[in-house]
């Protein structure tokens, strides 16, 4: 659990945003598709912020929730022939609906049992999508449509102007969070997270306020998903396996679970990572394992917390020098 | 239809195999080891070379069993038992990234291609039963079941040690109280279960095919039996395996469409009505 960021936390999102850009500028046609991705793995990621971070809620099973938003998106716009916007927006309605069925029974569980029940059903979702021929089984389907943004000069078939896109997206969907995790449901949030009984013990309904918060990020996590699917107008089960659910918690921890600036940047790190390490090897997986192990091991508060530390220690060494 | 009836007993036994390690861990230590799954795995594989460089099912048999608990047990002391003071969800993380791991070895040692593991010969065939002709081999899986289902069930209620695992389960500081070493007990659990995983490993071999990745589909079986079942019990994992595997082949069989979502349901359908599982563990009355 993080408490709120300090009134600096802005001027950080800028930053990352603007370093976004300049590697947008600087790179070549992969960088820009890393910069798409990125922004996809950062908004995924600071959905589950929301639940570890907030509400203490470990999910197994996050990846279903952005399968979920493109699979929506390519049986709307695609199979219905919605047009993309309205597919989209609906993509987002079947995350937050299926989110509230499965959080319905799990958020009745606590610890242990919660995670249990999110990576079982992430999975019973992932292997519904693998049987099924409709939507194309292990294949996948392509020829997802894309949100038609010729209006304002955008075309979103074009990969450098997608991640500009994405990121776009990613920076509105940190400032809607950051309020969230702000208001008095953040704090309500919080407040069940440290102390459920004490919570409870005051009158909070402490089970519909965790069920509220796995609504919005599986809202969010199938936003994410949408984008990912018009990214290659292509879906796929390979979306909602369980090594995505894995590897975003991964982002999660890193980033300090609760800050949504610390894990959009994690999301940075992890996708340059994983972009060196499977140009080097087949079983990168292996090297994330290991990397997930050690993780949860030396785990303190991310790389939000270090780099709290830090500037805690830096501003006592400026108040010692000055009294002095 | 008794075809099926079989089918989904044979599944349930291998469920039962599977969860029941889970299941009393869980009881005990009120943590679940998510790489129970990978060993299953490592039991099928460990089996498979088995019966490639001997050409004996029954050596494999063994040879899973064993290398399933040893890699439990070194697993338990090098590095869950440290985690212990961190507490269980530390150690169920852990864990989760154990199944990356052991998935990309089994790539790396077994290769990526799914292998049907050779049942021993003196079950090939089919036998009559019920007026059906079914698999000898399906039939050995279903007693291999109900003998080790019975065989715990003596050893939890009939022996002094399974007398000091229930009161372990019950209330764990009071039976270290009463001075116990629990910790040593639960080693032993813990490492007969990966036994059994191992085990349900290489029976399942003939039946299923061996490849890399074969662990993460049982691994959510085995998840929902112990939820549905109730945690840390024997009769509530038996239950809860028999539920599973029959909902899974006659939900295949009858609604294949909706199959997935049928366990789901049963699953939601325990939880709300009986959040403790259908039959928890704890004192009797």
């Known amino acids: ?324 | 239809m008794i075809i099926q009836l079989l089918n989904g007993l044979q599944l349930a036994m291998l469920l039962f195999l599977l969860s029941v390690g889970l299941s009393v861990v869980f009881g005990l230590m009120r943590f679940v080891n998510l790489a129970h799954g990978t060993l299953f795995m490592l039991g099928a594989f460990v089996g498979l070379s088995t019966v490639e460089a001997t050409g004996s099912f029954w050596l494999a048999l063994a040879a899973g069993t064993l290398a399933a608990a040893v890699a439990g047990g070194l697993l338990y002391l090098g590095l869950l038992r440290r985690l212990q003071p961190a507490g269980p969800l530390k150690q169920v993380l852990v864990t989760f990234g154990l199944i990356f791991i052991g998935l990309e070895v089994a790539r790396l040692v077994w290769g990526d291609y799914a292998e049907r593991l050779p049942g021993p010969a003196s079950l090939a065939g089919a036998t009559e039963i019920f007026g059906v002709y079914y698999p000898t081999y399906r039939l050995f899986v279903i007693a291999l079941g109900l003998a080790v289902a019975a065989l715990l069930h003596f050893g939890l209620e009939r022996t002094r040690l399974g007398a000091v695992i229930r009161a372990g389960v019950d209330d764990r500081t009071m039976t270290a109280a009463l001075g116990i070493d629990i910790d040593r007990v639960f080693f032993a659990v813990f490492v007969v279960g990966c036994a059994l995983a191992g085990l349900a490993g290489v029976v399942a071999g003939p039946v299923l095919s061996v490849y890399a990745g074969m662990d993460m589909g049982v691994l959510i079986l085995a998840l929902v039996v112990v939820v549905i079942g109730g945690p840390g019990s024997l009769k509530g994992a038996f239950a809860g395996a028999l539920l599973v595997g029959m909902a899974e082949t006659f939900g295949q069989v009858w609604l294949p469409e909706v199959a997935g979502m049928l366990l789901y349901g049963l699953m939601a359908a325990v939880l709300v009505l009986r959040p403790q599982g259908l039959l928890p563990a704890g004192p009797r009355a």
Not at chain 1, 291 to 304: P, S
Request: overall charge positive.
């Open chain 1, 1 to 324: 659990m993080t408490p709120p960021a300090s009134h600096s936390r802005h001027a950080v999102a800028l930053l990352l945003a603007v370093l976004a850009v300049g590697y947008w500028l600087a790179s070549g046609y992969y960088g820009k598709e890393l910069v798409a991705e990125t922004a996809i793995t950062a908004i995924l990621a600071m959905s589950l912020s929301l639940l570890v971070g907030q509400a203490g809620l470990v999910s197994l099973g996050h990846a279903a929730y952005f399968g979920i938003g493109a699979y929506a998106l390519a049986g709307f716009g695609q199979k219905l022939g919605w047009p993309p916007a309205l597919a989209m927006a609906a993509a987002v309605a079947v995350g937050a609906l299926l989110a509230l069925v499965v959080g319905w029974v799990a958020v009745r569980l606590a610890g242990v049992f919660f995670i249990m029940i999110t990576l079982a059903v992430g999975e019973m979702i992932h292997a519904w999508f693998l049987k099924d021929r409709s939507f194309g089984g292990v294949g996948g389907m392509s020829g997802v449509p894309r949100l038609d943004l010729s209006g304002i000069g955008v075309d979103l078939a074009d990969p450098a102007q997608f991640a500009l896109f994405a990121l776009a997206v990613a920076l509105l969907v940190y400032l809607l969070l950051d309020r969230l995790v702000l208001s008095p449901f953040g704090q309500t949030l919080r407040a069940i997270h440290q102390n459920e009984e004490r919570a409870r013990a005051l009158g909070c309904p402490v089970g519909r306020y965790k069920l509220a918060a796995f609504v919005v990020a599986g809202a969010v996590a199938a936003l994410a998903g949408t984008l990912a699917a018009q990214r290659s107008a292509f879906v796929s089960p390979e979306l909602m396996t369980w090594t995505l659910s894995g590897e975003i918690l991964i982002v999660v921890i890193v980033g300090g679970s609760g800050s949504l600036l610390g894990v959009s940047a994690a999301a940075a790190l992890w996708i340059g990572l994983r972009h060196q390490l499977s140009t080097m090897t087949d079983h990168w997986m292996l090297a994330m394992g290991v990397i997930f192990v050690v993780l949860v091991l030396v785990a303190g508060d991310g790389i939000d917390g270090a780099l709290r530390g830090l500037w805690r220690r830096i501003a006592a060494r400026r108040a010692a020098r000055r009294a002095a």
